[in-house]
């Protein structure tokens, strides 16, 4: 299932596991002149396998998709958005887009796990077990004192970034969210807002992940930031009684509201309708609303971005603003 | 039809004449000690008279009815708000609600004929019927210079007060309505706010009404009146083509949001659900929505007032609010 309608509690939405690899003795991509062949070679080590892996995946390369079939990989986050422009590289695609493989990207490979939820020692046993699979046929750039080679030397180590994304209405509303997030900088963890910088972020939507990849192992980076995340969740998860037994009224009437603004608008800005998606998805999530449409509301915050929503047609602002409100109206 | 649910062209909502009379030769209500027998003879000049109009017409004394009983016939505007406290009068209604006779309110008889739409010369016409068949048991007070003698001099001459209820939302909107109303002052034309006053009426429901009784025809008045609605009609119509045809989407949007709130808000004060319903009432007349609801838009309008909503319960500002919501979540 597509990690962004499998959302378990509403809290922690998906877990994503990055591993990054180089292969011995070869420059990294950006000074590798003839990436083909190299390139060849990582993607015969999952196709070629002996392992059932093979023939999960399928291989894509970049060259041959449409600009907005790569958009299409961003949003699902399959791709990384500089790759919408990258004619070089390839991704190999499991079936169920729970597993991607950038190729030629800023490394080698950049191994990637997302699953809906919390997941964290699932995807990583997963992670390993693909990257175990690819290091049968290749050798990997790796020193026994900085680990596992990488182009960036803040992916040395484990080359590995765990992350969570998580969705914080309620400690955005109550005005908290500052406060708890500032209160876990300093611990090797890093939190950035999936739309927006730091603590701004629309939508409510938070990726905590481990900013340390060198001098932990795989398994002390996940159990450092599952306390972290456990933590957080409980703080969410107070903030909504809170709202609810203090502040019911106006805190129903807003997402109430929110919830009949996108059902009618005729036009909405992507931050607006990010503010008011994330509001229904809370109300979804404490059963105050049923949401019956075509599209969860993480969904259509996914599909309603600027660059998603004007990307092949290359509509004006204005025009943006009524595709993206037409999207939501019949989805929702 | 009750006239809030026979509007016509969505600009001109109704009509009403009140024509104020008097008993020769007998106080006003106000310094009148026994007002019983009076009433009665004011009563009989309807109830056993030999017109059709005697089995249309029912009496209410006030003293028999309740609070609420009251309460919805002031929103009815059946009674004036001021006999809601008062137990010595009395009300003949008909049987569709288009004609009241107040006896013993601020004069002895103040009769009323209200219709849903553009009806003056309808309306005039009929109340000229009903003061004839009173006055064929009845010798009014009447002076050759002042007319019909009342117990408010502003009223004497004809008698004779003329409105029209209209909705000019777009006037409002494009910030003309002051321009517009003011234009007309002067010329012996009252404005009111059918909620609020002047020219920030709530709900942008305006009484267009003679201020003089005194020194012109019935006809006379009408005609004058006339000229001035159907001036402002135009206004409004054009104000209306301009949003739609100038700034079409924000127009549209503005008024698509006040339904989507209007349908899903948990809570909802009274200026705000007034001028929501005045836009889906817009929306509507424009058939830019199409409401389905138990209620129109005027009379969610109507029965939302806090007098009417917190009534008869006592209930606190918030209850209220809350009530309200639920009142056009239910009905709209």
Redesign the interface.
Do not use: Q
């Given at each position: 299932m597509i990690w962004y309608n499998d959302l378990n509690d509403g809290i922690i939405l998906s877990t994503r596991i990055r591993l990054a690899r180089n292969i011995d003795k070869t420059p990294f991509p950006s000074r590798l002149k003839d990436k083909t062949k190299v390139r060849e070679m990582l993607s015969d080590s999952i196709l070629k396998s002996n392992s059932t892996l093979s023939k999960d995946f399928t291989l894509y390369e970049l060259s041959k998709l449409s600009q907005s079939e790569k958009t299409a990989m961003t949003e699902e986050h399959l791709i990384s958005p500089q790759m919408i422009n990258d004619n070089e590289g390839a991704v190999l695609v499991n079936k169920d887009k729970t597993m991607s493989i950038m190729l030629m990207e800023e490394d080698h490979i950049r191994l990637q796990i997302i699953k809906g939820g919390y997941a964290l020692d699932e995807a990583y046993d997963l992670a390993d077990k693909v990257d175990d699979v690819m290091e049968e046929s290749l050798t990997y750039a790796f020193d026994e004192k900085f680990g596992y080679l990488t182009a960036c030397p803040t992916n040395a180590g484990t080359g590995m970034r765990a992350s969570v994304m998580m969705h914080l209405p309620a400690l955005v509303m109550t005005g908290n969210i500052s406060r708890v997030l500032q209160s876990f900088s300093g611990m090797g963890i890093a939190v950035r807002g999936m739309y927006g910088e730091g603590t701004n972020a629309d939508g409510a939507l938070y990726q905590i992940s481990n900013s340390i990849t060198l001098g932990l192992s795989e398994q002390e980076i996940i159990e450092k930031l599952k306390v972290v995340v456990n933590k957080i969740s409980d703080m969410e998860k107070q903030a909504r009684e809170m709202l609810m037994n203090n502040r019911k009224?106006?805190f129903?009437?807003k997402l109430?509201?929110s919830?009949?603004?996108?059902?009618?608008?005729?036009?909405i800005t992507s931050q607006e309708a990010k503010t008011m998606l994330s509001e229904v998805m809370l109300a979804q999530n404490m059963g105050i609303i049923e949401c019956n449409g075509k599209m969860t509301p993480l969904e259509l915050m996914i599909k309603s971005a600027p660059s998603v929503i004007g990307g092949k047609d290359n509509l004006s602002p204005?025009e943006r603003d009524?595709k993206r409100?037409e999207l939501i109206r019949e989805n929702l």
């Open positions: 009224d106006d129903t009437d109430m509201r919830y009949g603004i996108l059902k009618y608008a005729v036009k204005d009524k409100a």
